[in-house]
């Protein structure tokens, strides 16, 4: 699904930009269709950086990205929005959920940007609010849902594309333990659905979760491991 060869990043700073950071130093690594991966590293490692490329936000300074078979590294801006739409789910820390808008509504809108019509839209978001256990809540607007019900609607829009990638940036990092627990089961039965999932997170208890952990340190992959990941039957 995902073939990274020597990635770089490098911003410029501060006056004629003459401070250098190397965010990404030539990382290089493979991700399988239906691989569960958690991404770890401290703050500054380069994290967010890799996502924004792995996620068709950003391009690389040098270095090749294919995803499915397709060189993003070469994608004019549009070709980008096509392949972001198309092929990715993205779950945030915030959820990002429009406030005044219903669950259902906010599962629609990225069918909405495809340019689907409504009767489709709709049959498509309730397929989706289903595949979270939320389709008794499509009326709901964000503040009448708990923070845990929230998450499960922004995976429900990441999921109404019908993507083969989901990015997940901290996905519980505004949740509280148990409910945490329930948005990473979640995530556990995307991937056993075939799914390829990765996510990033600060915290091991969540990281176990996953079946693959690659820890990043100022730019580069220092530990890159496979775990028995703790998917429990049901
Ligand atoms: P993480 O997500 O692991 O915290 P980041 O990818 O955000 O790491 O950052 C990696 C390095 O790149 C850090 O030193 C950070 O300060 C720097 N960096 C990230 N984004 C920018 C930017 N837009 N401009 C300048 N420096 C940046
Ligand atoms: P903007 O407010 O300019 O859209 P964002 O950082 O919110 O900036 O998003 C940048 C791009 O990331 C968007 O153009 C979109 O393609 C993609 N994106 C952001 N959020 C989502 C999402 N929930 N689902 C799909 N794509 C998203």
């Given at each position: 699904m995902i073939e990274a060869r020597e990635l770089t990043k490098t911003y410029r700073m501060g006056q004629d930009e003459a401070t250098v950071v190397h965010a990404l130093r030539g990382v290089s690594f493979d991700i399988g269709a239906g691989e569960f991966v958690a991404i770890m590293g401290a703050s500054g490692s380069g994290k967010s950086t890799?996502?924004?490329?792995?996620?068709?936000?950003d391009q690389p300074g040098t270095g090749s990205y294919r995803l499915a078979g397709e060189n993003v590294e070469t994608m004019t801006p549009d070709q980008l929005a096509?392949?972001?739409?198309?092929?990715?789910?993205f779950v945030f820390q915030q959820f990002n959920l429009l406030p005044r808008t219903s669950a259902l509504e906010n599962v629609e809108l990225p069918l909405v940007y495809a340019g689907v019509g409504s009767r489709e839209r709709r049959e498509r978001a309730m397929d989706s609010l289903g595949r979270v256990g939320l389709a008794g809540r499509w009326a709901h607007t964000p503040s009448e849902l708990s923070g845990g019900?929230?998450?499960?609607?922004?995976?429900a829009r990441a999921l109404v594309n019908r993507p083969e990638l989901v990015l997940a940036d901290e996905p519980t990092g505004a949740l509280d333990t148990a409910t945490s627990e329930e948005v990473m089961r979640l995530l556990g039965e995307l991937h056993r659905q075939g799914m390829t999932v990765v996510l990033v997170t600060h915290e091991h208890d969540i990281a176990e979760w996953a079946l693959r952990r690659m820890v990043f340190r100022d730019g580069e992959v220092i530990d890159d491991s496979r775990q028995p990941g703790r998917m429990h039957p049901q």
């Open positions: 890799l996502m924004n490329i792995l996620g068709c936000l096509a392949v972001r739409n198309r092929r990715i789910g019900q929230q998450q499960r609607v922004a995976i």
